[in-house]
């Protein structure tokens, strides 16, 4: 089964009682697991008024990075208890570090994985403080190069660390049209590794259409109602949304089903209702059979269509009335 994970990110609007709100949200929409983020404005950026710190386009436009992230990141010192709270409604607990000091506070909450972001793919010296702590990573690899993705993996392969890929448009809300859900599989392929979608697109189409397509993981942001301003709520599931998504992954991966051949438990009252051959004439014994006298015919309790030609022109063993099936009993060995 695919493992599903809800992004809290800044959904919790500056309230811990908000974000242990969204936990037990998160886990009756049937969430496996709920993820925050660790940082600090001071840590992942610098309060800076230059050009290059200034968002011009899209859902943050006219936004200040720091002033951004002071909005949206989630208080260290909540993240242990969030944590708590998350194994007392018993889903599992996941943080994405920004920086050094990041992956060494989480360490001290003894986290048993690490997820890293897209943004974050090229921070090679980050991805390698992470893969040396010897944990679980997922990795989304959102506007990532083919290079990039290789010099990721290839550090955290120096640690033997078990690795997933996740395939992730990094754009806020994500355009279903450059989802290239392919790219996933491709993914898998190429690094011989799980893979799944970091799913930042409006609805579950992409999740579920993922996980129909061997996606082992699901992310998605999670907040309690969009109407609660924040920097993710615009592009986040709803809990009524995020259980029907759930539900639709969890449909879709029993109608994937096994490897299976010949009738299902389901089928079996259905298999009478094949064709086979029967008698559409009264035939007397020694008569020929013949295409006037027999024919492919519904129902199936007669000898499989196949066997027509073998068995025209024999001659009937018995007498034979109308609307019997012709079985090997009445034909002999053919």
Not at 94 to 108: N, Q
Not at 163 to 182: G, Q, R, W
Not at 203 to 208: E, R
């Amino acid at each position: 089964m695919a493992y599903i994970i809800a992004e809290m990110s800044a959904n919790h609007a500056g309230s811990i009682e908000r974000a242990k709100e969204i936990i037990h949200a998160a886990e009756k929409a049937g969430a496996d697991c709920i993820k925050i983020q660790t940082y600090t404005p001071d840590t992942i950026t610098i309060d800076c008024d230059n050009e290059y710190f200034h968002i011009t386009n899209g859902t943050w436009k006219d936004e200040k990075l720091y002033d951004l992230y002071g909005k949206a990141y989630t208080p260290w010192e909540w993240q242990a208890e969030l944590m708590e709270e998350a194994q007392k409604v018993g889903i599992d607990f996941l943080s994405t570090p920004f920086d050094k000091t990041a992956v060494d506070f989480l360490e001290s909450l003894n986290v048993k994985a690490y997820k890293i972001a897209s943004f974050e793919l090229v921070d090679i010296p980050l991805i390698e403080y992470v893969a040396s702590k010897g944990k679980p990573i997922i990795m989304s690899t959102g506007m990532g190069t083919l290079e990039e993705i290789e010099d990721a993996v290839s550090v955290v392969r120096k640690y033997h660390n078990h690795i997933t890929l996740l395939k992730c448009s990094s754009a806020y809300p994500a355009i279903s049209d450059e989802m290239n859900l392919l790219t996933m599989i491709d993914l898998k392929k190429r690094f011989g590794c799980p893979v799944g979608l970091s799913d930042h697109s409006m609805g579950s189409l992409g999740a579920v259409a993922a996980v129909a397509m061997g996606a082992d993981i699901i992310e998605k942001h999670f907040c309690l109602s969009r109407s609660i301003d924040n920097p993710d709520s615009s592009f986040s599931m709803e809990p009524q949304e995020f259980a029907d998504m759930v539900q639709n992954v969890r449909m879709v991966e029993k109608a994937k089903g096994v490897v299976h051949y010949g009738p299902t438990t389901q089928d079996k009252d259905s298999v009478v209702f094949r064709k086979s051959i029967f008698a559409v004439q009264d035939i007397k014994k020694g008569e020929l059979l013949s295409e006037e006298n027999i024919r492919v015919i519904r129902p199936g309790y007669g000898m499989k269509p196949k066997y027509l030609g073998d068995i025209l022109g024999k001659e009937a063993l018995c007498d034979v009335s109308r609307g019997t099936p012709i079985l090997r009993k009445i034909v002999g060995e053919i």
